[in-house]
């Protein structure tokens, strides 16, 4: 079974600061995708960015960035310039790409991210 | 366009009560998806539903929880007999396909609370 592990339970950062926020994950295929979601503190999820694994180039959204390294089974996700409005829950998201299994998303337990003024 | 909706926001139940969980899908979007999430904890997939049929339900524990999406109207997600266990907060998403790179768009949740 897939699973997806985000090993900083809380991160902060200066305004305008960039900041990393790292995601580890276990499994077999060969052919899946990665997501990073945000909850602010109204616990809407919100896609920030979504990653091919079989792009070896790295997806970006304006601020955000991804480091996907698919030998490590690493999806990092960079915040530059970080805004006070930033600050949520980040949880990193596999899905995978088994037509069979391919409709849920495994999730991360998430990293709280505080942006300092 | 309006989004997912879900409703009601924050349900508070006591012990033994059902809870009745909707979600409106966005327009055209015909996959469903329910999600749990425990305090202090990340998401777990419960059930994915398209209209009028349930896909996968691997998540969903096998006694008193139920979901159905109707041909006409909301998905309902049901608990009978609550248990203080079950206070979580339940997504819903909603896509118009399913599988890869496609964006699963969520609603705001429900907040159940069993006394």
């Known amino acids: 079974a897939q699973t997806v592990t985000q090993s900083q339970p809380e991160m902060s950062v200066q305004e305008a600061e960039t900041v990393t926020l790292s995601c580890t994950y276990d499994?077999?295929?060969?052919?899946?995708?990665l997501f990073w979601y945000k909850q602010p503190p109204s616990r809407q999820m919100i896609l920030v960015i979504r990653?091919?694994?079989?792009k070896q180039q790295n997806a970006t959204e304006n601020r955000f960035s991804v480091n996907f390294q698919k030998a490590a089974k690493s999806f990092s996700l960079k915040i530059s310039d970080s805004q006070l409005g930033d600050a949520a829950m980040y949880f990193c998201?596999?899905?995978?790409?088994?037509?069979?299994?391919?409709?849920?998303?495994?999730w991360g337990l998430g990293t709280s991210l505080a942006v300092n003024p | 366009n309006a989004g997912v909706m879900q409703n009601p926001r924050h349900l508070v139940r006591r012990r033994g009560q059902e809870a009745r969980l909707r979600c409106s899908p966005m327009k055209g979007h015909s996959h469903v998806y329910w999600y749990r999430q425990l305090p202090e904890e990340g998401l777990k997939f419960m059930v994915y539903?398209?209209?009028?049929?349930?896909?996968?339900e691997s998540g969903m524990p096998k006694e008193r929880f139920s979901a159905e999406f109707p041909k006409e109207g909301p998905s309902i997600l049901r608990i009978q007999q609550v248990v203080r266990g079950d206070s979580a907060a339940y997504f819903c998403?909603?896509?118009?396909?399913?599988?890869?790179?496609?964006?699963?768009?969520f609603g705001p949740g429900t907040r159940l609370t069993v006394l």
């Open positions: 998201a596999y899905r995978s790409g088994d037509a069979g299994n391919n409709r849920k998303l495994i």
């Open positions: 998403a909603s896509s118009p396909a399913a599988g890869g790179m496609i964006e699963q768009f």
């Open positions: 539903l398209q209209k009028e049929n349930i896909i996968d």
């Open positions: 499994t077999s295929e060969s052919d899946y995708y």
């Open positions: 990653q091919e694994a079989y």
